[in-house]
């Protein structure tokens, strides 16, 4: 049965990546490159770094490198460095980065498929595989890279919503990017 599962999860994870796949090669883009642009239409402000790309995707930082100098030179990301401290460089997709992610994922046929599935089979399958990633996060020696509203350093305050880890104001969109400063909450 656990076997099982785990093949299941393999093969949903690999049909998305297909459909990535077929999404890049339709912009002329290796997968990687389109893998990079992916995580940096999700990551907050203080994730959208080179390091953080290579610890997120799980590559060299070589190859980390020439996809950005490719993403970079085909147009779909810039470099900005950090105004506070300029050992800092900051990725951010341009508007043709922005537009292949938004036009090609999530993958249509997918959300269609969730689409199809009642709101309590969407929010069982939201709570068990969210409670399957957590665990899986704790239990390994990787980077957890949640969503911000989820961490323990996450604040709602009178004047909106701020990071105390980081003593950062955040905007509503930012409380649901992936931040590679995560910490998960304790279960209540």
């Not at 470099?79 to 900051?90: A, F, M, N």
């Not at 929010?123 to 595989?129: D, F, G, H, R, T």
Request: charged fraction near 25%; aromatic fraction near 8%; glycine fraction near 4%.
């Amino acid at each position: 049965m656990k076997n099982e599962l785990v093949y299941t999860f393999e093969r949903l994870a690999n049909l998305l990546k297909q459909e990535a796949r077929t999404a890049s090669t339709k912009s002329g883009l290796q997968a990687v490159q389109y893998d990079a642009l992916l995580y940096l239409s999700r990551c907050n402000r203080f994730s959208n770094t080179p390091i953080a790309v290579t610890e997120y995707l799980g590559l060299t930082k070589g190859t980390v490198s020439q996809t950005i100098k490719v993403l970079e030179r085909k147009g779909y990301v810039t470099k900005v460095k950090d105004k506070e401290d300029k050992r800092l460089t900051h990725l951010n997709l341009t508007s043709e980065g922005a537009q292949l992610i938004s036009s090609s994922y999530p993958p249509p046929d997918f959300i269609s498929v969730l689409d199809n599935q009642s709101k309590s089979v969407q929010a069982l399958l939201s709570n068990v595989v969210h409670q399957l990633l957590s665990e899986y996060r704790n239990a390994s020696d990787n980077r957890a890279f949640g969503e911000c509203r989820y961490c323990i350093y996450h604040r709602q305050t009178s004047k909106g919503y701020r990071c105390s880890l980081l003593s950062q104001p955040l905007n509503d969109d930012e409380t649901l990017k992936i931040c590679r400063e995560f910490s998960e909450r304790e279960v209540e």
